[in-house]
């Protein structure tokens, strides 16, 4: 039995500014299981979005071959274009012409040929906590109700194969978290194949089974998320982690001028005055030796944790090298 639900062979995509050619995808090969909960991960601009177009049928290669349950993408578009059901954070596609809710709701339907129900269009609705707009104009509301709008057509649709482009990019956490178990519902109980492309490594670390990391059109690595962190366990085994006040950049400089530090130092500032220092470490170095200099360098922590890398580190490994 033929497990595979996707498969792209040396992919490629280019797009013209100008007279300047430019690569937006280069050489991609993927193999995704039927059932599996896939996810892109990548920093804007990488080429994830293309790659779910791509998969969608909504955007040809220039070269190689891409195969959807079986199908051929150049021969049998059309049909490809009926397995598959694209949700996407960024453009957020609201029909003009539809002024309400409900209508919008109703296109999504016709448009798939799916039967409309009103009880389950109103309980969706209520998921999503969009009841009391069902009658809005689409285009009149947040970008985050205009997102929901776009998940409202992922609980609508039963298609065997789900693209999430950014899904949770513009909802707050409680429905964010709806979107995230519902999607693992899909899979676990249904065999739905989910590919979900983003940048932010912490959301999906324990949501895929496995995960392709792409940068500048390219495949970087492509593997479980636990196999990712047993491999950069042999390197990087301990981060450190202090949270100050009194951080400077030119500790980065200093740091890897007085302990050869091998990977890479980052400092960054999530609240305003506080900043956080990680310093990758290997597992024979000594931690206290870290501290002793930062406070000689008048930096006194607030907090200091030492973890085990996550997905996060190892993809800002990955992308932006030590």
Partial sequence: MNLLSVSCFNVYKYYCIGRNRITALENINLKVNKGEVFCILGPNGS?????LKILSGLMLPDGGAVYILGHDLRKERKIIKSLVNFISGSSMIIGISYHSV??????????????????????????????????????????????????????????????????TIHLDPI???IVRNY???????????????THFADEIEYFCDKVAIL???????????????????KDVSVVLKVKALNLRESLKKLLKEKFNVFSRVEIYYPDFGEGILKIYLRKDEDVERYLNFLNANNVKPLLIRKLPPSLSDIYSLLIEGG
Avoid: C, Q
């Fill in 175 to 177: 429905s964010a978290n």
């Fill in 183 to 197: 999607i693992k519902k899909l899979a676990r109980d249904y065999g739905v194949t989910v590919i979900w492309a």
């Fill in 215 to 233: 940068n500048n059109g390219r495949i970087v690595t492509v593997d479980s998320p636990f196999n990712l962190r047993e491999k950069f366990l």
């Fill in 47 to 51: 080429g994830k979005t293309t790659l």
């Fill in 102 to 167: 409900i209508g919008l709701l109703h296109f999504y339907l016709d448009f798939y040929g799916v039967r409309r129900s009103k009880d389950r269009i109103e309980k969706v609705l209520e998921i999503l906590n969009l009841k009391e707009y069902k009658d809005e104009n689409p285009l009149l509301l947040s970008s985050g109700f205009k997102m929901k709008l776009e998940i409202a057509k992922m609980f609508l649709i039963n298609t065997p194969i789900l693209l999430l482009d950014e899904p």
